[in-house]
Each structure stands twice: as structure tokens, then as C-alpha cells.
């Protein structure tokens, strides 16, 4: 007897299309000390596995290495995690008046410098 697909809200639900996947890069450094330090960063959304698989074999021709499909199970927060130490990694400390100020005098330390020759 084959086995039918299972039925959520009048929808057939395939076998596996209830997990997700999405692709995260591996980033391996060393840090001003010498150790080995490593990050995972993540490169695209949760999707279905053909999505996950697809995705995976266009950054592998793109030459991008050390990436891998994970799984995010329903309720994962993992993703979300990684998502938001990603951002925090991207975001730069707000331009303040002081910096700027450092900045015109060192301009204008050059500009009266190059006067001077």
C-alpha cells in the first residue's frame, strides 16, 4: 500500500517540505595574537532543500569555499542568531564631531606642510 502524502488544511504536505535550509559560509583567521579564531556567517534565507542546493552549487562556481547547507528545523533560532552577529560585524561606530574635527585639523596640518615647501 503506498503511503499518501499528509494533508495540512486541505494541502497535501510532502515529505521533507516541512524543514528548511539555508547556505552559511565558514570564515577562518588569525587574530593579532596568532590563534586560529572562526565564524559562521550566513549567505542566504531559509528555503527548501532544491533552493538550498541550488544556491550552494552557484557560490561553489562563483569559487567561494568553505560553505555549507545547514538545516533549520521550525522554530530554530540559530539562523536569526548568526543573522544578527552578522550585522553586528557589518556596522561601523557612528561618524561624531570629534572625529571630524581630528580630521580637518590633520587636513589642515598637510595643507599649511605643503605651504611651507
Known amino acids: 500500500m503506498a ?10 504536505v510532502l515529505p521533507g517540505s516541512l524543514m528548511q535550509y ?7 583567521s588569525l587574530d593579532a ?21 541550488e544556491a550552494h552549487r552557484r557560490y561553489t562556481a562563483l569559487g567561494i569555499d568553505r560553505i555549507h547547507i545547514c538545516k533549520h528545523p ?3 533560532r540559530r539562523w536569526g542568531r548568526l543573522d544578527r552577529e552578522a ?5 561601523s561606530r557612528p561618524l561624531t564631531l570629534a572625529d571630524v574635527a ?7 596640518a598637510e ?3 605643503a605651504e611651507g615647501l
Do not use: F, W
Not at 550585522?87 to 556596522?91: I, M
Open 3 to 12: 503511503s499518501r502524502p499528509r494533508m495540512c488544511l486541505g494541502h497535501p
Open 22 to 28: 539555508y547556505i552559511s559560509k565558514t570564515q577562518v
Open 33 to 53: 595574537e596568532g590563534r586560529l579564531s572562526a565564524r559562521e556567517v550566513v549567505l542566504t534565507k531559509p528555503s527548501t532543500l532544491a533552493a538550498a542546493q
Open 74 to 76: 521550525k522554530n530554530s
Open 87 to 91: 550585522n553586528a560585524h557589518r556596522k
Open 102 to 108: 581630528e580630521d580637518l585639523a590633520e587636513l589642515e
Open 111 to 113: 595643507s599649511n606642510k
